[in-house]
């Protein structure tokens, strides 16, 4: 299962079906192709803190509402920062 984590004020997300993208890479698919069909978007409702979605061909992804991802806990500067 693949977690997707979104800002707290999130609605909308989009992001990439990693098992999708791996059993493409396996199959020897143009990477453009993998990216097609491995690309998932959706909604958030704003008091949802998790849901969760399937892609085309059925896996399922976890999207949780965070702060901060738990592996970003500490500031570090070489992060892009966007003010």
Do not use: Y
């Amino acid at each position: 299962m693949t977690e997707v984590w979104v800002s707290p004020s999130a609605t909308v997300f989009a992001c990439l079906c990693e098992p999708c993208l791996e059993e493409a890479r396996e199959r020897g698919d143009l990477f453009s192709d993998a990216l097609h069909s491995a690309f998932i978007r959706g909604a958030i409702g704003r008091e949802t803190n998790a849901t969760s979605v399937r892609c085309a061909a059925g896996h399922e992804l976890v999207v949780r509402r965070v702060e901060r991802p738990p592996g970003l806990s500490s500031k570090d500067e070489r992060q892009l920062q966007i003010a």
